[in-house]
């Protein structure tokens, strides 16, 4: 499941000892999460690329009315926030305090423009901040819901009209506003929807996965029946046994101890089997080798029993190989998922070995890991090579 589950669950977010600080939007899903760090580029190249552009602009724009402290100031403190918006945004998203921060920063530089551009700039509106300040509401609007990014472009706005003198001028701002608020949000309807789409599909596979992983459970059962009880059955029908005798003694109480397993295996409600925690299995799994030190990192995952089950199996495998052939005392099992799906990797640092040089006659890789998990609706893969240790991952569905 990692392809398909990676692409809608998505791998865009920024570490973890980072992710506790960023305080972000609330967002619906993996489009949207793709959509957001793609608009915190989009806001960077705002920032940065505006400050470098409108301060050279106001710097050749400067006419003798303008004091060289009222404009060095001020533009030098855009350039050091852009560098730091820049750097925040990178590091944590786009926050919603770092947006409003910008937003103000925007707005006070509006109320002072008329220290800032001439004055014949401002009566022609070919003022060099009116862009800059369509930059501010451009990142509003992409960063922030309506409910917040509305107001904000609200306040610069008004800043815009308070500086130039005449209010009338933001009425390009204002379009602006409109249209940039109106995009966005068609654009986010449609990650929404396919998103929607994706998980309604997403599901629709798992309970296909968790029906035919019934179904091989159930064909399972039918050869463990086969195999045991029915053959000794036809042994006794066919006189294998002419009186009381030990051998079937001892097979009739292995089969008996087969048909209680069966009798035991939890009930399929619905035609699709129960989802079972993944976590304790791995655990005993690892706690059944003896010489092996394994470290565990588990997240909350849970699958149909009898995939949990034959995953779990094909841990135990691996881990066994680990500890009988690749030379080192220690291995890592790392699981991630969620609901009705898992990747689990065992990792040593061993030997290692060449997968395309192992002869037929080996089957436990062959048969242990990947027939099983294939068998289950899955998949293994082993990436190895001499002397650079071995990475076992199974993972369900396929």
């Known amino acids: 499941m990692e392809p398909a589950a990676d692409s809608v669950r998505g791998q865009i977010q920024p570490p ?22 793609l608009a915190g580029w989009y806001a960077i190249a705002l920032r940065l690329g505006g400050s470098v552009l409108f301060t050279a602009v106001a710097v050749l724009a400067a006419t003798k009315q303008i004091s060289g402290w009222w404009l060095g100031a001020p533009l030098t403190a855009l350039c050091l926030w852009s560098a730091f918006f820049t750097w925040r945004v990178r590091r944590s998203g786009l926050a919603p305090a770092v947006v409003l921060a910008d937003a103000a920063i925007i707005s006070a530089l509006a109320l002072a423009q008329q220290h800032l551009v001439p004055a014949v700039l401002i009566e022609d509106s070919t003022t060099w901040m009116l862009p800059l300040a369509c930059t501010s509401v451009y990142i509003l609007q992409i960063a922030l819901r309506p409910w917040l990014g509305l107001p904000g472009a609200a306040i610069v706005v008004i800043a815009y009209g308070l500086g130039a003198g005449r209010p009338a001028d933001a009425w390009l701002l204002v379009v602006e506003t409109i249209v940039a608020a109106g995009l966005v949000a068609v654009i986010r309807g449609g990650a929404r929807q396919a998103d929607a789409i994706v998980a309604a599909g997403l599901e629709t596979e798992r309970q296909i996965r968790a029906q035919e992983a019934r179904r091989a459970d159930e064909r399972e059962q039918h050869r463990q029946l086969h195999d045991t009880v029915l053959s000794t059955l036809t042994m006794v029908a066919a006189g294998a046994f002419a009186g009381p005798s030990p051998a079937l003694a001892a097979q009739a109480d292995r089969d008996l101890r087969v048909l209680q397993g069966l009798a035991g295996a939890p009930a399929v409600p619905g035609g699709l089997a129960p989802l079972t925690d993944l976590r304790p299995k791995l655990e005993r799994a690892a706690a059944s080798t003896d010489d092996l030190a394994v470290r565990l990192k588990l997240v909350p995952v849970t699958l149909p029993s009898p995939v949990a089950d034959q995953l779990v199996a094909c841990v135990g495998e691996a881990l066994r190989n680990v500890e009988r052939h690749a030379g080192t005392g220690q291995a890592e099992v790392t699981a991630t998922g969620g609901a009705g799906w898992a990747v689990v990797k065992i990792t040593d640092r061993g030997r290692g070995f060449d997968p395309a040089a192992t002869p037929p006659s080996r089957r436990g890789i062959r048969e242990s890991i990947t027939g099983r998990m294939l068998a289950a609706g899955g998949r293994a893969a082993i990436a190895s090579r001499p002397g650079a240790g071995t990475t076992v991952t199974v993972s369900w569905p396929a």
Not at 16 to 37: C, K, M, T, V, Y
């Open 16 to 37: 973890e000892g980072r992710r506790g600080r960023a305080r972000r939007p609330p967002l619906a899903g993996p489009s949207d999460q793709a959509l957001h760090r």
